[in-house]
């Protein structure tokens, strides 16, 4: 009887030798938390396209990916733009330099504006009834007429006078 405890005893401790020498795998899930103007993204999601600045945010790195001197930088911040103004996309994309499909991502996501330019930037208008040769006309993307200001009419309210 001595021997069979010995021999279960030897069993057990050459099971516990290889199950310790299999390999084990762990698996690791980072919960990334998206940015506070970012919608929320699925798990793996790692980059936000950003039509507002042309560029991308790359969720892990928590880094801003913009052209600069004609090469892709990633930034940790971003001066002259308002965060809540952006409406990013969440790209499929795996790997690391997502700007490789920016011609698609700019067709697929960048909408023109209505007026043919962003707010506040100012279109040189040639030989229009409104300016005078080589004279720069600011547009005001809330409508209105040059010289009247946002709206219709002259701003004096609402009604007729």
Do not use: C
């Amino acid at each position: 009887m001595k021997f069979f405890p010995k021999i279960a005893l030897s069993g057990f401790f050459a099971l516990f030798l290889l199950g310790a020498a299999a390999p084990t795998q762990a698996q690791v899930n980072i919960n990334i938390n998206p940015p506070s103007w970012g919608p929320a993204a699925p798990a793996g999601t790692r980059y936000y396209y950003v039509p507002e600045y042309d560029g991308y945010y790359d969720l892990q790195d928590r880094r801003y990916i913009v052209m600069r001197d004609g090469r892709w930088t990633r930034l940790q911040s971003l001066r002259g733009y308002n965060t809540a103004n952006f409406h990013p996309v969440v790209l499929d994309y795996r790997g690391s330099q997502p700007w490789v499909l920016i011609r698609e991502h700019r067709v697929k996501y960048k909408k023109p504006h209505p007026h043919g330019m962003p707010p506040g930037q100012a279109k040189k208008m040639r030989g229009s009834y409104y300016s005078a040769p080589g004279r720069v006309i600011v547009v005001d993307d809330r409508g209105g007429h040059p010289g009247q200001g946002p709206g219709h009419g002259k701003g004096h309210g609402k009604g007729k006078h």
